[in-house]
């Protein structure tokens, strides 16, 4: 079981570029959470996915930020139009239903825009 | 808005010292989680507590619960310089959101 995969690792862009920050769950897990975390600082909820349907996007900013979590392929987190206020660490976990028994964690994408 | 607060900010013990961390939160839970992070990586998870339990162990990891006082402790005993770390406490949503904490950033000196 290869865990919560992430990628890019890093990734930069220059502000106004569009970035997309792909998580794949753990197998069999249909369950997907994004989180951000900015510098010195704890995650913050961004939203939460199961496949083909967004449960609770509250966390998520009004503008420039979609999520999706299609039936095939891993689940997409898109900023377009990045300022430098963007530039975070983001990270996605998965569980296998709702309830949680300690989620877990992929390494994340840490997002430069320059 | 974040739901927990995390003292101390910072602590530095000796290698083989207990280290105690403790969280505070505003909201009824479901449960509560407690979380490690290394520089630059990802979380780790430690252990979780249900809102109807009070004490909670995993090898040298002591957690404890007071939901009357909305209050969390992490107890790290005998200490390793491989426990130098970030923690971070979460409760639980009923729809799974979990809400960290600022963390409390560990440091265990040799």
């Known amino acids: 079981n290869a865990g919560v995969m992430q990628n890019p690792r890093h990734l930069v862009r220059r502000r106004g570029q569009e970035a997309r920050l792909r998580c794949s769950p753990m197998?069999?897990?249909?369950?997907v959470y994004w989180y951000r975390q900015l510098p010195e600082e704890g995650l913050k909820f961004m939203v939460y996915?199961?496949?083909?349907?967004?449960?609770?996007e509250s966390g998520m900013p009004k503008e420039r930020f979609s999520a999706e979590f299609p039936k095939e392929g891993p689940s997409i987190l898109r900023i377009q139009q990045v300022v430098r206020g963007d530039s975070a660490a983001y990270f996605c976990?998965?569980?296998?239903?709702?309830?949680?028994?300690?989620?877990?964690f992929g390494s994340g994408t840490r997002l430069t825009v320059v | 808005s974040q739901q927990g607060e995390e003292d101390p900010q910072a602590l530095s013990i000796q290698e083989g010292e207990n280290a105690t961390m403790n969280c505070s939160y505003k909201?009824?839970?479901?449960?509560l989680q407690w979380y490690r992070q290394n520089s630059g990586r990802g979380l780790v998870h430690l252990i979780l507590i249900r809102s109807n339990e009070r004490e909670k162990h995993s090898g040298r990891l002591r957690v404890t619960l007071d939901t009357s006082k909305k209050s969390s402790s992490l107890l790290i005993t005998a200490s390793r310089a491989a426990d130098t770390a970030s923690y971070f406490c979460?409760?639980?949503?009923?729809?799974?959101?979990?809400?960290f904490g600022q963390g409390t950033t560990l440091q265990v000196k040799p």
């Open positions: 996915l199961q496949k083909e349907n967004i449960i609770d």
């Open positions: 979460a409760t639980e949503s009923n729809t799974g959101k979990l809400i």
């Open positions: 197998k069999g897990h249909s369950h």
């Open positions: 909201t009824s839970i479901n449960n």
């Open positions: 976990a998965s569980s296998p239903s709702g309830q949680s028994y300690g989620y877990t």
